[in-house]
């Protein structure tokens, strides 16, 4: 069974910086896509950063310029550094990792970590 397990969340101030990390137990491959995604009060879950397994990636023009996702296969784990933070950057934040090829198909999510920016 895969777990993935979200950290770093909190509370900061705009313009500080916060870094989430997903861990994931089990059995997964670094083949796969890794993604954040965030959902804030009263609207839909929406894609934040994507990482495919050749280092890939794509951003939401919300967040261009200011958060950076990486992986470490080593450690089976997916980062997004979030800088220059914003009050509408406040939401749920969620890891997802999945793969669909001919051989293997998964797509897991974690149980999410808070993320609020206020003064």
């Known amino acids: 069974q895969v777990q993935l397990v979200e950290s770093g969340g909190g509370l900061v101030q705009p313009g500080g910086s916060l870094r989430l990390s997903c861990a994931a137990s089990?059995?997964?491959?670094?083949?796969?896509?890794m993604g954040w995604y965030r959902q804030a009060p009263g609207k839909q879950r929406e894609l934040v950063a994507v990482?495919?397994?050749?280092?890939?990636?794509t951003y939401a023009a919300s967040v261009k310029g200011r958060f950076t996702i990486s992986r470490d296969n080593a450690k089976n784990t997916v980062y997004l550094q979030m800088d220059s933070l914003k009050p509408e950057d406040t939401a749920v934040y969620y890891c997802?990792?999945?793969?669909?090829?001919?051989?293997?198909?998964?797509?897991?999510w974690g149980q999410g970590t808070q993320v609020t920016v206020s003064s």
């Open positions: 997802r990792r999945w793969l669909s090829n001919s051989a293997v198909k998964y797509d897991y």
């Open positions: 089990g059995s997964i491959l670094s083949i796969d896509v």
């Open positions: 990482m495919n397994s050749g280092g890939r990636t």
